[in-house]
């Protein structure tokens, strides 16, 4: 631990500053060693008034949970053109940099930027904008991110942006951060790539300069990424995945066919609807295959390959779930066509309302089967595939530059 030089403070402020070291337990670590350094340049008359800006900083990020070093580290990123640091050398970094930072000539002006985000970043991980409400695509981050938080660099950089425009950015970084997952990039070279991008986002005030950073930053990315994206979801298994991530896919799957039927208005828009208790993963090749269905399949020797692949997955309400049971595919049908989720719907029939209805044009591109069997299951993986494509924005393949 490098010692700090304090310079003609009284001994009762010194005692003041390292009584604030354990605050919380959090250790001396680089947050608490900030923290002092910062304390060390205050006046001992406003020394309470900048302790109690710290306690409510370190409360902030203790009751959502979050690491603090992640949250300087993450900071430093959005704010100061960094694009490399470890959480070991956060302290360091600081001390080398505080021309930039001017926390010793104002370290209130500093904290307040601390506090800032700080907010901003507890509001962004419950899917919330800066004024509190809900943001659909900040919820459907969660449910896709589980421990990731590379996204926060930019939502960071971005925090002082119109709701609209904020909306627009998140709905596109939901896209391209699950690009990033499915194709299994290497986490730092997002995330590095997030932080090279943050000082950009930083000047940006308007939808027309926003289209031009994402038109310059994230569409290069995607076309990249197009052809690993399609191969990543034509080998989709529950195996290459996990859980709670395959019902992030399947949600969102199922959620944009109803969407597009009924439009973005109420239950259709959150995605809870679609990934909640009551609503449950079904095997349409079952699990746990009767002798009946085993004998039925056309390829037993691969059943346990294709019980498991997206293609013969699909999302059903729990009481339809219920009744369905491990039977034949010709005998689940019936229970099929009284799902709500047009994806699941479709298995079993046709869907049609009317003539050239909204309903109609969105389930147009379904595949409806009177057999299941191998080339069944493979039929529709390649049609979640085409999908899946809509749903996340990604090109269909990469083009020429």
Same mark, same amino acid.
């Given at each position: 631990?490098?010692?700090?030089?304090? @310079?003609?403070?009284?001994?009762?402020?010194?005692?003041?500053?390292?009584?604030?070291?354990?605050?919380? +337990? *959090? +250790? $001396?670590?680089? =947050?608490?060693?900030?923290?002092?350094?910062?304390? =060390?340049? #205050?006046?001992?008359?406003?020394?309470?008034?900048? @302790?109690?800006?710290?306690?409510?900083?370190?409360?902030?990020?203790?009751?959502?949970?979050?690491?603090?070093?992640?949250?300087?580290?993450?900071?430093?990123?959005?704010?100061?053109?960094?694009?490399?640091?470890?959480?070991?050398?956060?302290?360091?970094?600081?001390?080398?940099?505080?021309?930039?930072?001017?926390?010793? %000539? !104002?370290?209130?002006?500093?904290?307040?930027?601390?506090?800032?985000?700080?907010?901003?970043?507890? $509001?962004?991980?419950? +899917?919330?904008?800066?004024?509190?409400?809900?943001?659909?695509?900040?919820?459907?981050?969660?449910?896709?991110?589980?421990?990731?938080?590379?996204?926060?660099?930019?939502?960071?950089?971005?925090?002082?942006?119109?709701?609209?425009?904020?909306?627009? $950015?998140?709905?596109?970084?939901?896209?391209?951060?699950?690009?990033?997952?499915? #194709?299994?990039?290497? /986490?730092?070279?997002?995330?590095?790539?997030?932080?090279?991008?943050?000082?950009?986002?930083?000047?940006? !005030?308007?939808?027309?300069?926003?289209?031009?950073?994402?038109?310059?930053?994230?569409?290069?990315?995607?076309?990249?990424?197009?052809?690993?994206?399609?191969?990543?979801?034509?080998?989709?298994?529950?195996?290459?995945?996990?859980?709670?991530?395959?019902?992030?896919?399947?949600a969102k799957l199922t959620q944009h066919i109803n969407e597009r039927a009924w439009g973005s208005s109420g239950i259709e828009a959150d995605l809870a609807t679609f990934i909640n208790n009551g609503i449950e993963v079904e095997h349409i090749l079952p699990q746990k295959p009767?002798?009946?269905?085993?004998?039925?399949?056309?390829?037993?020797?691969?059943?346990?390959?294709?019980?498991?692949?997206?293609?013969?997955?699909?999302?059903?309400?729990? /009481?339809?779930?219920?009744?369905?049971?491990?039977? *034949?595919?010709?005998?689940?049908?019936?229970?099929?066509?009284?799902?709500?989720?047009?994806? %699941?719907?479709?298995?079993?029939? @046709?869907?049609?309302?009317?003539?050239? /209805?909204?309903? !109609?044009?969105?389930?147009?591109?379904?595949?409806?089967?009177?057999?299941?069997?191998?080339?069944?299951?493979?039929?529709?993986?390649?049609?979640?595939?085409? *999908?899946? %494509?809509?749903?996340?924005?990604?090109?269909?393949?990469? %083009?020429?530059?």
């Open positions: 631990m490098k010692l700090i030089r304090i @310079k003609t403070i009284s001994i009762t402020h010194a005692l003041k500053v390292f009584e604030t070291i354990n605050d919380r +337990g *959090l +250790g $001396l670590d680089s =947050m608490d060693l900030l923290k002092n350094l910062m304390f =060390m340049q #205050t006046r001992t008359e406003d020394f309470d008034q900048l @302790k109690d800006k710290w306690k409510e900083l370190v409360d902030i990020l203790y009751v959502s949970g979050r690491k603090p070093l992640r949250f300087l580290r993450y900071f430093i990123f959005s704010r100061y053109g960094v694009d490399r640091l470890r959480e070991e050398q956060i302290y360091d970094w600081f001390v080398k940099n505080e021309e930039d930072c001017g926390y010793k %000539t !104002n370290p209130f002006a500093f904290v307040n930027q601390l506090l800032e985000s700080a907010r901003a970043y507890a $509001l962004f991980i419950a +899917g919330k904008n800066v004024d509190q409400t809900l943001n659909r695509y900040l919820i459907n981050i969660r449910y896709l991110s589980g421990a990731a938080r590379q996204h926060l660099i930019l939502l960071l950089a971005a925090q002082h942006l119109p709701k609209d425009c904020f909306t627009e $950015l998140c709905k596109n970084l939901e896209n391209l951060f699950f690009a990033y997952i499915i #194709t299994r990039e290497p /986490t730092r070279e997002f995330e590095r790539a997030f932080a090279q991008w943050a000082p950009e986002l930083r000047k940006i !005030n308007n939808q027309e300069e926003l289209k031009s950073f994402l038109d310059k930053r994230f569409d290069p990315v995607k076309q990249n990424l197009a052809a690993r994206y399609n191969l990543s979801f034509q080998q989709l298994n529950e195996s290459s995945l996990q859980k709670y991530r395959m019902r992030y896919v399947l009767t002798p009946e269905v085993y004998s039925s399949f056309d390829k037993q020797e691969e059943i346990q390959k294709y019980i498991h692949i997206l293609g013969n997955l699909t999302m059903v309400e729990k /009481t339809i779930n219920c009744s369905i049971g491990r039977g *034949l595919f010709q005998d689940k049908k019936s229970a099929y066509r009284q799902s709500r989720f047009l994806l %699941t719907k479709s298995l079993g029939e @046709k869907v049609v309302v009317g003539a050239d /209805t909204a309903v !109609n044009r969105a389930v147009e591109s379904l595949l409806t089967f009177d057999k299941w069997n191998s080339e069944s299951i493979e039929q529709r993986q390649e049609m979640l595939t085409t *999908l899946a %494509t809509q749903v996340w924005d990604i090109p269909t393949e990469k %083009t020429e530059q």
